[in-house]
Each structure stands twice: as C-alpha cells, then as structure tokens.
C-alpha cells in the first residue's frame, strides 16, 4: 500500500498557541488528502478535504479559521490548529488517496494544556 | 445521525478460528466500503474493500461480504490469529475515493 507520514507524532502546546501538522505522501501524489480526528474511544470524524491548489473544504460543525489547511504541493498538506484550547486535545490523522482507497498517516496526539 | 454501525464494540474469538465482525449503514448513496484494522495512538491499515456492485471480495484470510438489500457487510478473518488482535473500523463512501464515514468500531480479541 501507499505510505503516509505525520510529523509530530506527539505534541503538547499551551491553550492559546497554535500548532501546524504535517502529512506527506510519500510514495505517491496526493491531489486529495483528508483530515480525520479521533477523540477516545469513538470513531474517526472527517474534518476537512484537502485539495492541492485549491481551498480545503470543511465538514459541517468544524470551524475554517481554526483549523487552517494548506495544500501547496502533491505531496504535502499542512494542518495548523490556532489558538488551541484544551477542548481540541485529539488524535489528528490525515489520509491520502490512491485510486479507490485511502491510505492513512500514523496520526498526531496533541495535548493542549 | 450515525450512518454507518458497528453493534459489537468487542469480540473475543479462540485463535485459528473465524472471526467475523459486523456493520450496518443507512445511507442507500453509500457504494464503497472498506476495512481498517488500527492500534491504539496509530493510523488505520487498509485491509481490503468493496464495491456495491459485489458481493464478495476476497484477498487471503480476509474476506468481505456485502448485503446491499439489507445494507450490511461483514468481515470474515479465518484463520484468526493473535496479531489479528486490533480495533476495527469499517468505513463507506459515496464513490470510491471519496470521503469515508467510519463505524464506531471492534474491538476483536484473538485468544492463543
């Protein structure tokens, strides 16, 4: 399967400060990547769609302006969550897509304090 | 409005026979489904998937059903293994490609 990598793996930041994510196809071009978040114990919540060159597109319920998405390349789609706040302490997860499937990144715990 | 379940949020299956997980979804638009497997604090592994107009989809020791008209699909792991032991999420999609909706997730136990 195609590989997907996240950088941080972990982060843990102070409310008020903001956080970027990093996700990198890294054996295939992603027009699309996707952004999922994962509280415990329940499943993973879609956040925004990732298109290169192109505005991200936002699932109902998540706020755009603060969770910024930038696309600028193939291989690379970048999460930044402003001023985060305890409440936004999650398992982040991106995905990229080859053909018919998605294959996803390891994930990012962040943990606001 | 949960569209796609998962009822069993646990399964304990004897290793080396077949476990088999369960999902149910409401939307009839849904035409693509998958399996993940995923371990705690890391990304789901694609196992395999589906296209509504199968039934079955085969690849090794997994197998997939698919039951449009009840909207219902299954996966079958036979020979269960200890390594198999991992939280299950399947997943549908409008079009292949396409943004997933997840379960809720099984959690199966494979006992050695």
């Known amino acids: 399967g195609a590989v997907v990598s996240q950088h941080p793996s972990r982060v843990i930041c102070k409310s008020g400060t903001s956080v970027k994510i990093e996700c990198r196809s890294l054996?295939?071009?992603?027009?699309?990547m996707f952004w999922y978040r994962q509280f415990p114990k329940q499943s993973l919540m879609l956040m925004a769609t990732s298109n290169e060159g192109s505005k991200a597109t936002y699932e109902q319920g998540v706020e755009k302006d603060k969770f910024l998405i930038n696309h600028a390349s193939l291989t690379l789609s970048t999460l930044t969550v402003t001023s985060a706040h305890p409440e936004d302490s999650s398992f982040y997860i991106c995905?990229?897509?080859?053909?018919?499937?998605?294959?996803f990144g390891p994930g990012t715990r962040l943990t606001v304090l | 409005d949960q569209q796609v379940k998962q009822n069993s949020p646990s399964l304990s299956v004897q290793e080396g026979r077949i476990s088999i997980l369960n999902c149910d979804y409401t939307?009839?638009?849904?035409?693509?489904f998958l399996w993940y497997k995923k371990y705690p604090a890391e990304g789901p592994t694609f196992l395999i998937s589906i296209s509504s107009i199968k039934d079955k989809n085969e690849d090794g020791r997994f197998t997939v059903f698919l039951n449009k008209s009840a909207k219902h699909l299954s996966l079958h792991i036979v020979p269960s293994q200890p390594g198999d032991s991992a939280v299950y999420f399947c997943?549908?999609?409008?079009?292949?490609?396409?943004?997933?909706?997840f379960g809720t997730g099984t959690r199966l136990a494979v006992r050695p």
């Open positions: 054996d295939f071009q992603a027009t699309t």
């Open positions: 995905s990229g897509r080859v053909e018919d499937t998605q294959y």
């Open positions: 939307n009839s638009m849904f035409d693509y």
């Open positions: 997943a549908a999609s409008g079009s292949s490609g396409d943004k997933l909706t």
